[in-house]
């Protein structure tokens, strides 16, 4: 029987968080589709959404040509990052889901982090 990708990503994703429920912060979660990419900011028990933001908001996405590319992940992060804060947080676990830290997902980190959180 042969893995498939999204059961590959899935293990990775089981690993990091994992990890994270020992740090004991809340975590900043991602998810990203073709179109879209969206991310969560849940307390350190995860019972609770703190903040969210992506690019299905119309906020987020306003001004964006495109909603799937690096420019809109960029958007996105800085507005978690910005509701965030807003909500007093500003330490944070980034939850990757399984996906390569490249790309959409690390131009959301680094927005994310010049906007002030941090991981």
């Known amino acids: 029987m042969q893995i498939r990708k999204k059961e590959r990503r899935m293990r990775r994703a089981v690993k990091t ?17 073709p179109r879209h990419i969206y991310a969560q900011l849940t307390d350190a028990q995860g019972a609770k959404v703190i903040a969210a933001a992506s690019t299905v908001q119309t906020a987020v996405a306003e001004g964006l040509k495109f909603t799937g590319n690096v420019e809109a992940a960029k958007a996105v992060g800085k507005a978690i990052a910005e509701r965030a804060k807003a909500a007093g947080v500003t330490k944070v676990a980034f939850d990757r889901a399984g996906f390569r830290y490249h790309g959409r997902v690390k131009a959301l980190a680094d927005a994310a982090r010049e906007s002030g959180l941090e991981f």
């Not at 968080?17 to 589709?33: P, Y």
């Open 17 to 33: 968080r994992a990890h994270i429920r020992n740090l004991d912060v809340a975590r900043l979660s991602i998810h990203k589709t």
